[in-house]
Nanobody
Framework: QVTLLESGGGSVDTGGSLRLSCAASPYAFTKYCMAWFRQAPGKEREGVAHISGNGDIAYSDSVKGRFAISKDDAENTLYLQMNSLSPEDTALYYC??????????????????WGQGTQVTVSS
């Protein structure tokens, strides 16, 4: 059974940090494109960061300079280090994988595996 299991969410104050993890199994997902998305209440899901199978990284403008995406191929795990958090970062964060694609698609629909999400809440 294919699973992407996120963890590390929680509640922090403005300026705090959290590190999200996404454990993938049974495939070697980190060989392909993996990404973090988030969805805030009443808003559409948006891309946060992605890392291609070749290690190319991109961030949304809203998190650039504050968040860092990384992966551990040996552990088949994706990470998102989030620093200088603000209430605008409050959302349900999802891990996604585009299994079979080393490059990262522009269209969310092309991500074929998704986790259940982990909640991040930042209070002012």
């Amino acid at each position: 059974q294919v699973t992407l299991l996120e963890s590390g969410g929680g509640s922090v104050d403005t300026g705090g940090s959290l590190r999200l993890s996404c454990a993938a199994s049974p495939y070697a997902f980190t060989k392909y494109c993996m990404a973090w998305f988030r969805q805030a209440p009443g808003k559409e899901r948006e891309g946060v960061a992605h890392i291609s199978g070749n290690g190319d990284i991109a961030y949304s403008d809203s998190v650039k300079g504050r968040f860092a995406i990384s992966k551990d191929d040996a552990e088949n795990t994706l990470y998102l280090q989030m620093n200088s958090l603000s209430p605008e970062d409050t959302a349900l964060y999802y891990c996604a994988a585009a299994l079979g694609s080393r490059s990262c698609p522009d269209n969310q629909q092309r991500y074929n595996y998704w986790g259940q999400g982990t909640q991040v809440t930042v209070s002012s």
